[in-house]
């Protein structure tokens, strides 16, 4: 993936210092033109293709945005509303995630959701004790963190 980026940007400077005067717009018209080199270039190659890479993890940063607004009214919600019965509690989340910046990553992200945060993370790195603000089902509040977080994650991970 660097060597595609590399790459890219080689044939925008190029590209850029071949047509005078030298300005961004040829840089960047020298931006697309390498952009459909590497594109063709990584099909012969194994690995992805880098702004799959890059659209991932924007999409990572879209779907925590959203679960971040989403919870921040839900809370709010609970502490605004008068006799709300809140069902508070510690639940354990057992993950598949093996590197540490991983872990930090999905942890990170639960904890900076309002409504629930992680206590701790077993030895072994596999369970994580997670206190939870409200919540109806756990089986749905796992299955959210691992769609939502977990699996994006993943997605980034993935040839990086």
Request: aromatic share 18%; net charge neutral.
């Amino acid at each position: 993936m660097l060597v595609q980026i590399v790459m890219n940007l080689i044939f925008a400077l190029m590209w850029m210092f071949l047509f005078t005067p030298v300005a961004i717009q040829n840089f960047f018209g020298g931006w697309l033109f390498g952009l459909v080199i590497v594109y063709f270039w990584q099909r012969r190659s194994p690995g992805y293709f880098y702004l799959q890479k890059v659209w991932d993890i924007i999409f990572l940063m879209l779907v925590f945005l959203r679960e971040v607004i989403k919870s921040c009214f839900v809370v709010m919600r609970l502490v605004f509303t008068p006799g709300n019965k809140m069902r508070s509690g510690l639940i354990t989340y057992e993950t598949e995630l093996t590197a540490p910046w991983q872990l930090v990553m999905l942890s990170s992200m639960i904890t900076i959701s309002p409504g629930s945060f992680v206590i701790e993370i077993s030895p072994d790195n596999k369970v994580f004790l997670i206190h939870v603000f409200d919540f109806a089902d756990e089986e749905s509040f796992r299955r959210d963190i691992r769609v939502y977080f977990e699996d994006n994650i993943k997605r980034v991970a993935d040839e990086l």
